[in-house]
């Protein structure tokens, strides 16, 4: 299947190659290579790439032209392995992932195809190089345009939409008059799935970071990722704990208050994280939190009384503690939440 980001490579791609030919200028083949090498879904990331191959030409080029007129009296081979490791041993102090492969190309094939032209060839690869990772920057720019930031909040509404779906399907297992639609078993594959996608997201934060400029710690949108990912991976742990502590349903009748609130509030921060699904995804600019916070249920708000109440004492130890158990889990995930909410607004409010 097509999609955006390989048709847009494509196109750029195919662009930076005519552009090239009809200039007349050899080795055209290099703006292909780049702009293929460079472009990765984002703006960000692509920016990173594009850095790390200028880096690793710049630096094979001039390891290239040292190596080749100060090791002529060294065996072609042994030269060659000398400058490698040279290139290898200078990209690790200079941090470099990726740009040393390019500058190990530039060494090989200038030292073995082009070492009748180096003065000429290295100029023309250069440039070449730099104008395929240009317009790999601009296709992302304006075609489909492919932001870290848009990419990062598109994935943390999807992860929100997954933990309402489990808050409801948690509720509807605790209390089954509470669901409206066939319940999907909240098990470890669904808190494995939830785990997987905050780790996604946590992927996409180095090209976030580079799209961000000087400083970008200390940009908003970098503090409202980090509030996000922590706020996530709180309430991800209350779908784990709720996994390893499933309710105990024989003798409901005992502590039948005490599960429905537990249901209720589940039902309520479910609906409470798709407004937050809904913000992101209108959002302009930087989302803004819901113009209202969580409202916990009547029942909720009254547990400290069903608590006290004799007749739930007289259930058996093991039902208790796990009762227990799982509304501390709720009460985490609920101040979690309104913890998050509060760091949102502080967050805009200096942006």
């Known amino acids: 299947m097509i999609n955006r980001n390989a048709l847009r490579t494509a196109f750029t791609a195919g662009l930076g190659n005519a552009f090239a030919s009809l200039s007349g200028v050899g080795d055209s083949q290099y703006v292909a290579?780049?702009?293929?090498?460079?472009?990765?879904?984002t703006y960000g990331g692509a920016l990173a790439?594009?850095?790390?191959?200028?880096?690793?030409?710049?630096?094979?080029s001039v390891l290239l032209l040292i190596g080749y007129e100060g090791l002529r009296?060294?065996?072609?081979?042994?030269?060659?392995?000398?400058?490698?490791?040279?290139?290898?041993?200078?990209?690790?102090?200079?941090?470099?992932?990726?740009?040393?492969?390019v500058g190990g190309m530039i060494i090989v094939m200038g030292w073995l195809v082009h070492e009748?032209?180096?003065?000429?060839?290295?100029p023309i690869r250069?440039?070449?190089?730099?104008?395929?990772?240009?317009?790999?920057?601009?296709?992302?720019?304006?075609?489909?345009?492919?932001?870290?930031?848009?990419?990062?909040?598109?994935?943390?509404?999807?992860?929100?939409?997954?933990?309402q779906r489990c808050f409801d399907d948690l509720a509807a297992q605790v209390d089954p008059t509470m669901a409206s639609q066939v319940v999907d078993p909240v098990g470890i594959s669904r808190y494995r799935a939830l785990r997987n996608q905050l780790i996604a997201i946590r992927r996409q934060r180095p090209a976030l970071m580079q799209?961000?400029?000087?400083?970008?710690?200390?940009?908003?949108?970098?503090?409202?990722?980090?509030?996000?990912?922590?706020?996530?991976?709180?309430?991800?742990?209350?779908?784990?704990?709720?996994?390893?502590?499933?309710?105990?349903?024989?003798?409901?009748?005992?502590?039948?208050?005490?599960?429905?609130?537990?249901?209720?509030?589940?039902?309520?921060?479910?609906?409470?994280?798709?407004?937050?699904?809904e913000q992101i995804r209108g959002r302009r600019g930087l989302p803004e939190p819901p113009k209202t916070g969580l409202q916990?249920?009547?029942?909720?708000?009254?547990?400290?009384?069903?608590?006290?109440?004799?007749?739930?004492?007289?259930?058996?130890?093991?039902?208790?503690?796990r009762i227990a158990s799982r509304l501390m889990l709720c009460r985490q995930a609920e101040q979690a939440i309104r913890a998050a909410e509060a760091n949102w607004a502080t967050i805009l409010g200096r942006a």
């Open 33 to 41: 290579l780049a702009v293929l090498a460079v472009s990765t879904g």
């Open 49 to 60: 790439l594009g850095r790390q191959r200028l880096l690793g030409t710049a630096l094979g």
């Open 73 to 101: 009296g060294v065996p072609m081979p042994l030269a060659i392995a000398i400058t490698l490791g040279t290139l290898r041993l200078l990209g690790g102090l200079l941090k470099l992932q990726v740009g040393y492969k």
């Open 116 to 122: 009748g032209g180096l003065a000429t060839w290295i």
């Open 126 to 163: 250069f440039f070449w190089t730099s104008f395929g990772v240009l317009i790999t920057l601009l296709g992302l720019r304006l075609f489909w345009p492919a932001r870290g930031l848009d990419s990062s909040l598109a994935q943390v509404a999807n992860l929100l939409g997954q933990l």
């Open 211 to 277: 799209e961000l400029g000087s400083l970008p710690e200390r940009h908003p949108a970098t503090l409202l990722m980090a509030n996000f990912d922590g706020t996530t991976s709180r309430l991800i742990s209350l779908v784990g704990g709720m996994v390893r502590e499933p309710p105990i349903i024989q003798d409901r009748h005992l502590v039948v208050q005490l599960h429905r609130a537990e249901a209720e509030l589940l039902q309520a921060m479910a609906g409470h994280l798709g407004q937050w699904e």
């Open 296 to 321: 916990t249920p009547l029942s909720w708000q009254e547990l400290g009384q069903e608590l006290n109440d004799s007749t739930a004492n007289t259930a058996s130890l093991e039902r208790l503690e």
